[in-house]
């Protein structure tokens, strides 16, 4: 019994005696513990107290926010935040200021640059004498400016050019026009959407370089001229187009761009027409002949045909060119030996005579038919006064060996003299008026023989100049870029041989042009709308 007694008391002498050698290790680990946490905290401890000048390139290099970074990059590690109800319902309150507070918060807490380099605040100086830079100088002393000085200055010239800060350079009204604009925005493209049409239109003026235009049948297709047509004229108001040749008949057409059919033709017998014209009512028509001291006048309104046998006063073999005023008041019959005889529309008897040196080849009428301009064969111009019939001026063509033809816009703005040589000059009236060898704005070289024929259209947008001594000798310039259209006449291919005349449509929707083959030739110029 004694010894199963210590037998059973052996294991429980064990379990005390391992329990207190457990007891015993606990406070080791504990002080293990304790001992590895202030390791780790004097090591940290180390690794924050670093010296100030290893902070300040910290600062330098990552900025001053390095205890914001590593905030940020531990919440990015550790994921998206749950948002409860409560805290959703005030982000949802607080959205709409969001934006507002973010530009506030931009404004007062700029972010300061990584680093600043010495060398780039000290000022550099830009030589002005360099070819670029010359028009920037005030003065010569002016050698050399800093770059600040360049800038200002560059910016006052564009200011100057762009008569203020243009729109898209201050920035100040931007963002206000964005704040603005954002209300406005929705209603205006709502609008748009609501409506339809051509959003984009052309231009008013003519573009320069290619001219539209398509070719239309014969403005005579009805009727071609047996021999050369002299003239070719559209009727002032009406959409009409006459034409007259040596054919010795005058014929009149309906101008539809498609078949323009004839309305009447007359016959003068024994009489080849030099030249016909409406008068600016668009009642009559004058016509003189080759070979003729005498001129017809056809008044359409009573059909009926009146010769003009004998002017008095006008001592004259042949009556051969003649202008009309545009105010339908006068008839300017060019004689022989200078001599221009100014007549009276309405009854056709003699005003008065004026005379230029030498022989007269060509006058015109302004617009306002105050003045008269006259081309002689020497090369001069003598302006007129219509009223006194006194010689205002005179003044010479440059380079002109022998003129030929001479033309006034319709707005009184170019006169335009053509010469034996080809080279038509084109001058403002104001130089014209005042000086005596005045300079052309333009030489027109574009002609290789005689230019005999040149037309304003009614907005003087195009000059036409043609020559009747060569095929397709015909330009039509732009004003007042003073190009000439690149497609037209067609290259290379035949279609208006030997100019005689020409003439616009008075919208300018129609070009015309007479040949020696007893077509009038009819162009659609689609730029102008109306006839």
């Known amino acids: 019994m ?62 001053d926010s390095l205890n914001v970074e590593e905030d940020e990059l531990l919440r990015c590690l550790a994921g998206p935040r749950r948002v409860t109800a409560a805290e959703g319902k005030g982000l949802q309150e607080e959205s709409s200021d969001s934006e507002v507070e973010n530009e506030a918060k931009g404004d007062l807490l700029p972010k300061k ?27 010569d002393a002016e050698t050399t400016l800093t770059k600040k000085k360049l800038k200002k200055r560059l ?14 350079a201050d920035l100040e009204n931007r963002k206000k026009s964005k704040r603005t604009s954002s209300d406005s925005d929705s209603d205006e493209d709502d609008d748009l959407i609501c409506r339809t049409g051509n959003y984009i239109t052309s231009s008013e003026s003519l573009p320069r370089g290619i001219l539209k235009m398509s070719t239309c049948l014969p403005a005579n297709q009805e009727r071609f001229a047996n021999g050369k047509l002299v003239t070719v004229q559209f009727h002032p108001s009406a959409q009409v187009v006459m034409t007259a040749g040596h054919d010795r008949s005058v014929s009149l057409f309906q101008v539809d761009g498609i078949r323009n059919p004839k309305i009447q033709s ?88 004026m005379k230029v040196n030498g ?11 105050s003045k008269i301009y006259s081309y002689s064969k020497e090369g001069e ?37 053509g010469s034996s040589s080809g080279v038509v000059n084109l001058y403002t009236t104001d130089t014209c008026l005042k000086e005596n060898r005045p300079k052309p704005v333009k030489a027109i070289m574009n002609l290789v023989t005689s230019a005999t024929c040149v037309t304003f259209n009614p907005t003087t947008e195009i000059l036409a100049v043609a020559s009747r001594d060569t095929d397709e ?18 290259f290379r291919r035949k279609q208006i041989y030997l100019t005689q005349s020409m003439d616009f449509s008075p919208r300018s929707g129609y070009f015309s042009v007479a040949n020696n083959k007893g077509k009038a030739l009819l162009f659609r110029l689609k730029h102008y709308s109306s006839f």
Not at 19 to 48: G, T
Not at 155 to 168: D, N
Not at 331 to 336: E, K, P, Q, V
Not at 359 to 369: E, I, K, L, Q, V
């Open 266 to 353: 007359i016959y003068l017998e024994s009489f080849p027409i030099y030249k016909a014209r409406f008068s600016m009512d668009g009642e009559q028509v004058v016509a003189t002949g080759t070979h003729h001291s005498m001129f017809f006048v056809y008044d359409m309104m009573a059909g009926s045909i009146i010769p003009i046998p004998k002017v008095r006063g006008v001592e004259e073999k042949f009556l051969r060119n003649f202008e009309l005023s545009p105010d339908g008041s006068f008839m300017l019959l060019i004689g022989t030996s200078g001599y221009l005889h100014l007549l009276s529309m309405k009854t056709k008897e003699l005003i008065s005579t």
């Open 155 to 168: 910016e006052e010239q564009f200011q100057q050019a762009m008569g203020g800060v243009p729109a898209w």
């Open 359 to 369: 022989r007269c080849t060509a006058s015109a009428f302004t617009p306002d038919s």
């Open 473 to 490: 000798a015909v330009k039509l310039v732009h004003l007042p870029s003073y190009t000439v259209f690149s497609n037209f006449p067609v």
């Open 113 to 139: 640059p990584a680093w600043v380099d010495e060398d780039d605040e000290a000022e550099e100086n830009v030589d002005m004498t360099h070819k670029y830079r010359k028009d920037f100088m005030k003065s």
């Open 381 to 417: 111009v003598f302006i007129w006064d219509v009223r006194s019939r006194k010689c205002l001026h005179k003044f010479e063509d440059e380079g002109s060996l022998e003129g030929k033809c001479i033309a006034v816009s319709k707005n009184n703005q170019y006169v335009a003299c």
């Open 2 to 63: 004694k010894a199963a007694k210590k037998a059973a008391k052996l294991p429980k002498a064990a379990k005390m005696t391992k329990a207190k050698r457990m007891v015993k290790r606990r406070p080791a680990v504990a002080d293990q513990a304790a001992a590895e946490a202030a390791r780790r905290a004097r090591h940290l401890k180390a690794l924050s107290c670093v010296s100030g000048a290893e902070r300040e390139l910290e600062e330098l290099v990552f900025g």
